[in-house]
């Protein structure tokens, strides 16, 4: 029993080590797993930025159709209440009124033209950086697993090591 026991030693040491690289193997795995899995909840926020740009776009286009109707109700206002009161609206103050008002409407819809262009790059930015949040954790899941498999593969060397030093020492091999 007593001339096993060095076999004993040096298996149970290269048997440790290559139980300790297949974990490690086995947890990079799991990290590289990790990674994508979190890449792609992420990127789902990309799809839904996407479909959100849309939805300001409509409401954008609806607000500028409803914006011309209400703007061709207010002229059609100004002009009847004029020449209700027999006043010429080719000239003077009906013409300053509407010359103001589409003035107006000019204005109001320059500003929401640059409040949805506004709106377009705030949410093309969001989707950047959930792209790159994606990549982001693509590496590290990467860096993580290349970690963990570096790791037992020193475990494995050690544990080889450990069973030579063991066979040298009991002089297994000679």
């Given at each position: 029993?007593?001339q ?10 290269i ?24 890449a ?31 703007f ?23 013409m ?75 002089k297994?091999?000679?």
């Amino acid at each position: 029993m007593a001339q096993a026991m060095p076999f004993i030693a040096a298996g149970a040491s290269i048997a440790q080590g290559i139980s300790s690289k297949r974990a490690a193997d086995n947890a990079a795995a799991a990290a590289a797993q990790a990674g994508e899995f979190n890449a792609t909840i992420i990127e789902r926020d990309i799809g839904l930025l996407e479909r959100q740009k849309q939805l300001v776009n409509a409401n954008f286009l609806t607000q500028m159709v409803r914006a011309a109707s209400a703007f061709t109700g207010v002229q059609g206002s100004v002009k009847a209440g004029f020449g209700y009161g027999g006043i010429d609206i080719s000239e003077g103050t009906a013409m300053t009124v509407l010359r103001q008002n589409a003035r107006e409407f000019e204005y109001e819809n320059k500003v929401a033209e640059t409040n949805n262009a506004v709106s377009m790059m705030q949410i093309a930015d969001a989707q950047e950086e959930a792209r790159l949040n994606a990549q982001l954790s693509r590496m590290e899941g990467g860096a993580s697993a290349a970690a963990l498999r570096a790791q037992g593969t020193s475990s494995l060397i050690g544990g080889i090591a450990g069973g030579a030093r063991t066979a040298i020492e009991y002089k297994m091999f000679g």
